[in-house]
């Protein structure tokens, strides 16, 4: 039972164009949702994260959407840039437990 | 500060032996993460240890087994290998569990023939 899902395996976008990641998932006793990337042969670095008590959390480039009553999660990327070409792991924890579940990721390539 | 360190970086294995795989965390962070990366799964959950306790498990079977040392290092072990067990094992360390940024190690690829 995939409770996160990542439904793009794949996406491609042009540099200095907005990139829109996008992860659903079923279980409601998430609330707390992580982004992570990761490139070839490393381990994921975390990216932005968000509590279920906001809709919004920006850093830079990279702003992260929740809405709760669609159970739906969104990264978004702007302007994209080369460097940002990885996997993007979407990823939630709740109900106090001390465990995560990812989703299977997106891979996104940004094209010069 | 160090990052997350995992050895060995890569393990080949046959059917029916049992491996080790070792993680140092980085410094002053006491929760230590386990996860498995199989192409089309994505990062399944193991297990969390905080200091010494395993906190949750995933659903993964019995052969799967960690444990967590005083200086936050932790080991996992799969005993009884089987075909289906190749994969990259993550490790990932945070300051005090899953609800934070977590900092993963390169990983260990298994390989079992």
């Known amino acids: 039972d995939q409770q996160v899902k990542q439904n793009s395996p794949s996406l491609s976008v042009q540099e200095g164009r907005i990139s829109i990641l996008n992860c659903d998932y079923t279980?409601?006793?998430?609330?707390?949702f992580l982004w992570y990337k990761k490139y070839p042969a490393e381990g994921p670095t975390f990216l932005i994260s968000?509590?279920?008590?906001?809709d919004k959390n920006e850093d830079g480039r990279f702003t992260v959407f929740l809405n709760k009553s669609a159970k739906h999660l969104s990264l978004h990327i702007v302007p994209s840039q080369p460097g940002d070409s990885a996997v993007y792991f979407c990823?939630?924890?709740?109900?106090?437990?001390?465990?995560?579940?990812f989703g299977t990721g997106t891979k996104l390539q940004v094209i010069p | 500060k160090a990052g997350v360190t995992q050895t060995p970086r890569y393990l080949i294995k046959t059917r029916g032996q049992q491996v080790t795989l070792s993680c140092s965390p980085i410094?002053?962070?006491?929760?230590v993460s386990w996860y498995q990366q199989t192409p089309g799964q994505g990062l399944q959950f193991l297990f969390e240890?905080?200091?010494?306790?395993?906190?949750n498990k995933g659903n993964f079977p019995g052969r799967f087994s960690g444990r967590q040392f005083s200086n936050s290092r932790s080991e996992m072990n799969v005993s009884t290998l089987e075909l289906g067990d190749s994969a990259l094992y993550l490790c990932?360390?945070?300051?005090?569990?899953?609800?934070?940024?977590?900092?993963f190690g390169p990983g260990t690829r298994l390989t079992v023939l």
């Open positions: 990932a360390s945070s300051t005090s569990g899953t609800y934070n940024e977590q900092f």
């Open positions: 279980n409601s006793m998430f609330d707390y």
């Open positions: 968000i509590s279920s008590i906001k």
């Open positions: 990823a939630a924890s709740g109900g106090g437990y001390q465990k995560v579940t």
């Open positions: 410094s002053g962070h006491r929760s």
């Open positions: 240890y905080f200091s010494e306790t395993q906190r």
